[in-house]
């Protein structure tokens, strides 16, 4: 398919899980896509894949909270094949798992650095081409909803929330838009991480194991349709806070994306 050609995609937290099955996707769908991540190794396995696949992608190595790195991530892109026109913001990190009472702070204020600073940061790099051209696509990756011992990346989470309400008003008629998804329970190492977790550090653990046997956790390949299909330029979805039991927005992928 070929539905993002001539597109060029920047996906942080691309080394696995979510980040992974969305540089996959996108680039299957023919864009040319920019995987970033801290850990190189994983980066260099992604993009060997998506090349062995017939599609085109470069590692970045890249700390999202760094705006220096972003920085280079984004001159990295439009080097090799031009500025970004899509967005997708999954990188992420769930640490302190604990009451508030018992965290670290230092883990607690890294969190809102990774998961806030995260998204503001390499936003604001692409912005300003996004809007020079007139059109842009940006999706932000959310989830954690409050529960004893994610008080640092529910708070984090939901900053992210008003951070893409409020940056939505002002992409109002530029033709950029920018939308949060949430994936829900997913397949992926921060699941692997929280279901690990004491019952006295994370109460949701047991939750998320009892999620997984009944059947209800997802492929990250699944998240990740649905977020190919927020970033194609058909889809106008400015503002909206998506969660991933939403019927409408998966008939919606379905028909934009069939099988």
């Known amino acids: 398919m070929t539905k ?16 992974r099955a969305v540089a996959e996707t996108l680039a299957a769908l023919g864009a040319s896509v ?14 060997r894949a998506i090349r062995g696949a017939g599609g085109r992608a470069l590692a970045q190595t890249a700390d999202v909270s760094d705006e220096r790195q972003v920085e280079d991530l984004v001159l990295a892109t439009e080097r090799w094949v031009g500025p970004a026109s899509i967005l997708v913001n999954n990188a992420g990190t769930i640490e302190p798992l604990a009451p508030l009472a018992r965290s670290d702070p230092a883990l607690w204020l890294r969190n ?3 998961n806030i600073g995260g998204t503001y940061m390499p936003t604001r790099a692409v912005l300003p081409w996004m809007l020079e051209r007139g059109a842009g696509r940006i999706v932000n990756v959310i989830g954690h909803q409050p529960a004893p011992g994610l008080s640092a990346a529910s708070t984090s989470k939901g900053g992210v929330v008003q951070l893409t309400r409020t940056l939505a008003i002002e992409l109002e008629h530029t033709g950029v838009t920018v939308c949060a998804y949430d994936p829900g329970p997913v397949d992926t190492a921060l699941l692997r991480r929280m279901q690990r977790a ?7 653990a047991e939750g998320d194991r009892a999620q997984e046997q009944a059947g209800r956790v997802r492929s990250p390949k699944d ?3 649905v ?3 927020l970033t194609l330029a058909t889809t106008h979805r400015n503002g909206q ?3 991933m039991d939403d019927a409408d927005l998966a008939r919606a992928v379905e028909d934009a994306l069939p099988g």
Do not use: F, H, K, W
């Not at 050609?5 to 691309?14: L, P, Y």
């Not at 004491?198 to 949701?204: K, N």
């Open 4 to 19: 993002l050609r001539d597109q060029v995609a920047i996906v942080t937290g691309g080394g696995r899980g979510i980040g």
């Open 241 to 243: 806070m998506l969660p």
């Open 198 to 204: 004491s019952a006295d550090d994370l109460r949701a």
């Open 34 to 47: 920019v995987v970033a991540s801290r850990n190189a190794p994983e980066l260099d396995t992604v993009v």
């Open 227 to 229: 977020i190919a299909y």
């Open 223 to 225: 998240a990740a349709r």
């Open 112 to 114: 809102i650095a990774v």
